[in-house]
């Protein structure tokens, strides 16, 4: 079983970058596929992005393709989500979530374990 912690959230302006961390412990991230959804207030969860076990692949959101990108720092056991270039639409609650599966899904129920969440707001 592994447990997650995102942080990194904060309060900027549009156009500015954030970097997200999801630390895991009880075992080691790698031994997951890790994916980043978001949940703003009343709207559903979405899928930002998603890495393998491999890190071979990588997936993304279609509204945050080419300004996010998700990495993991096995040293550090964690998954990080790299976003830039803000807009106000991406004020959301992050959430990172794990699977024991090679490949990283954009539905939420693939994953077995999930973080708090970490908040992320974006002033216009």
């Known amino acids: 079983q592994v447990a997650l912690v995102e942080s990194g959230g904060g309060l900027v302006q549009a156009g500015a970058s954030l970097r997200l961390s999801c630390a895991a412990s009880?075992?080691?991230?790698?031994?997951?596929?890790v994916g980043w959804f978001r949940q703003a207030p009343g709207k559903e969860r979405e899928f930002v992005a998603g890495?393998?076990?491999?890190?071979?692949?990588?997936l993304y959101g279609d509204s945050v393709k080419g300004r996010f990108t998700i990495s993991r720092d096995n040293a550090e056991n964690t998954v990080d989500l790299q976003m830039n270039s803000l807009k106000p639409e991406d004020t959301a609650v992050y959430y990172c979530?794990?699977?024991?599966?090679?490949?990283?899904?954009?539905?939420?129920?693939?994953?077995?374990?999930w973080g708090q969440g970490t908040q992320v707001t974006v002033s216009s």
């Open positions: 890495i393998s076990r491999s890190d071979y692949v990588k």
């Open positions: 979530a794990a699977a024991p599966l090679p490949f990283p899904y954009s539905e939420g129920r693939k994953y077995n374990y």
């Open positions: 009880g075992r080691t991230v790698n031994n997951y596929s």
